[in-house]
């Protein structure tokens, strides 16, 4: 604020606090892709493998995007975090499924 009194950073208000409560960019808020990565993290791991590379990357994302706001109470983190395990887990079986399938391939043919 202009004109508060002592250092930069400090409130103008005695008892800590800014007007509205808080820190300046605190509150609480929704990340806006929290339940896009929840919904993506879930649809990974029950129909479409590829989809949870997506879901890791956008957690990851989102996960940077709240913890450079560390006054922000964010009230969908848990979708977030939910989302971005799931995609994790989704990748894990994608690994799976492509060395599984390599390996098929690779005993087929030296076996023709």
């Known amino acids: ?4 009194p002592g250092p930069p950073g400090t409130p103008p208000w005695p008892g800590g606090g800014w007007p509205g409560g808080g820190w300046p960019g605190g509150g609480t808020r929704d990340h806006p892709q929290g339940t896009t990565i929840l919904v993506l993290g879930i649809l990974s791991l029950v129909l479409c493998g590829i989809l949870g590379p997506v879901a ?10 709240m913890a450079a706001q560390p006054g922000v109470t964010w009230t969908n983190a848990g979708n977030v975090t939910a989302g971005r395990i799931c995609g994790m887990v989704a990748t894990g079986f994608l690994a799976l ?13 030296s076996g023709a």
Do not use: K
């Open 1 to 4: 604020w202009p004109g508060a």
């Open 56 to 65: 890791w990357a956008m957690g990851n994302t989102a996960r940077n995007e």
């Open 97 to 109: 499924g492509v060395l599984i399938g390599v390996l098929a391939v690779a005993a087929a043919v």
